[in-house]
């Protein structure tokens, strides 16, 4: 799903309802950060974020999830 060059200012919460997505582009927009519904796009393989408010939107993983060890 394309939502690029849409002036967002942030995501609804709803977005972690949408389980099934695979691509997002959320690229030149006006976002800050990220709800914390979007942990539940398990199936999220493609994400774009560039030219938006924030310089570190979503901090990095650094330490193995607890349960899967990866």
Do not use: C, Y
């Not at 519904?37 to 994400?47: E, I, N, P, Q, R």
Request: overall charge positive; charged content about 25%.
């Amino acid at each position: 799903m394309s939502l690029r060059s849409n002036k967002l200012e942030f995501l609804p919460d709803e977005i972690g309802q949408m389980t099934k997505l695979r691509v997002l582009n959320l690229s030149d927009n006006r976002l800050k950060n990220l709800p914390f519904s979007f942990t539940k796009l398990k199936d999220l393989a493609a994400l774009w974020l560039s030219d938006n408010q924030s310089k570190a939107l979503i901090p990095l993983q650094t330490e193995a999830h607890p349960e899967t060890k990866q």
